[in-house]
């Protein structure tokens, strides 16, 4: 026999060894060949999930990667941020100061509409527009009986808006940020923001609901406007008796609605024609209601200003500068004052949100 008919002869052996094998011999053992057939077919399944079972484990195994703790005391933010980049899903930084004031990495800045640092605001705007009483004539309508008063709670409303806005950031700054563990960066952005957005947004709507009570209470009221804008007393001298007689605006009475204005005037007297509308200007009930359905389109035109100007000197000239319309804006320049005072006046926020400083304050005690 030579060497490729032995080496032949033993390969058959291991062979036939694992066709007979069976692991699932039936008690007393079957001599039935279709019983020996299933028995050795369940006995190849079995090995064949046993090797594809090991192979699974030995893959995963080789492929996992091992966690090796390591504990890096009080890092700084630098390593911090590269421990961060590398670890994001593991990491894990206790805060020494779970708690943090705003103010320690919040800067919220705001810009006024231009209208509330202007000349329109001042006594100097206010007393020059204010007539001598001793020769005007009672005229509701009339952008001189009633400016002054508009433009007052134009420079009111200013000055409120800005107290409030002040008052409420001083308030949100002293709220505080509490986590136990550093909150990642592009979290803690998305939260103080959304906590910044919901600032704004509430202290607008408590400034508003503030500003509508003071409305429905001055007509629930029947309040009567110190000019008598709304209401006219009428001494009925036979009776001795004083009649309140509702004006109208527009065929709008003001003993029904607060609402009712009309385009504001100059006009010539004895015979009462207009000489001039103040464009976006109007008078009403009340300066106030008068004033948040009015625009600034006037103030913006240097031309509308100088008419303007023309007509209501009393006794001097004053120059005065258009607001500038080539200045970024927010609002239109025909946007109503109270579209202006539903966003608090406010052109523009700026807001900075220091992580850094928040890591800074909550100093870690290590990261792991």
Request: charged letters at 15%; proline letters at 4%.
């Amino acid at each position: 026999m030579n060497t490729v008919e032995r080496f032949c002869q033993l390969c058959r052996k291991p062979v036939k060894f694992l066709r007979n094998l069976n692991l699932f011999p039936s008690i007393p053992r079957s001599t039935n060949h279709a019983d020996l057939q299933n028995e050795r077919i369940s006995t190849r399944l079995l090995i064949l999930l046993l090797f594809l079972s090991t192979a699974t484990i030995i893959m995963y195994t080789s492929l996992i990667k091992a966690n090796k703790i390591v504990d890096i005391g009080a890092p700084t933010f630098e390593v911090y941020s590269q421990l961060y980049i590398t670890y994001s899903q593991t990491l894990t930084c206790p805060c020494t100061t779970i708690s943090v004031d705003y103010k320690r990495f919040l800067n919220a800045e705001y810009t006024f509409h231009q209208v509330c640092s202007s000349i329109f605001v001042t006594d100097d705007w206010i007393n020059h527009i204010a007539p001598s009483f001793e020769n005007q004539p009672y005229d509701p309508p009339s952008f001189v009986w009633t400016g002054t008063n508009i433009f007052h709670s134009l420079s009111a409303l200013c000055e409120l808006s800005n107290k409030t806005v002040s008052e409420s950031l001083t308030r949100f700054y002293s709220n505080q940020y509490i986590s136990a563990t550093i909150t990642p960066s592009y979290l803690f952005q998305s939260q103080i923001q959304s906590m910044l957005d919901q600032f704004v947004s509430s202290t607008a709507n408590n400034f508003l609901l503030s500003l509508q009570i003071v409305l429905d209470t001055n007509h629930a009221n029947a309040l009567l406007s110190a000019k008598q804008t709304n209401f006219l007393l009428v001494l009925a001298r036979e009776y001795a008796l004083i009649d309140i007689v509702p004006l109208s605006y527009d065929g709008c009475e003001c003993g029904y609605s607060a609402q009712c204005t009309q385009t504001a005037g100059i006009y010539s007297y004895p015979n009462l024609t207009t000489v001039f509308s103040v464009t976006g200007q109007y008078v009403g009930c009340f300066p106030l209601e008068s004033l948040l359905q009015s625009t600034l389109e006037c103030f913006y035109r240097q031309a509308c200003i100088d008419k303007l100007n023309f007509y209501i000197r009393h006794n001097s000239f004053m120059n005065v500068t258009a607001l500038d319309s080539t200045l970024a804006s927010r609002f239109f320049e025909n946007s109503t004052i109270h579209e202006l005072i539903n966003k608090l006046m406010i052109e523009e926020w700026n807001q900075s949100i220091m992580y850094e400083s928040y890591y800074n304050a909550c100093k870690p005690i290590s990261c792991t």
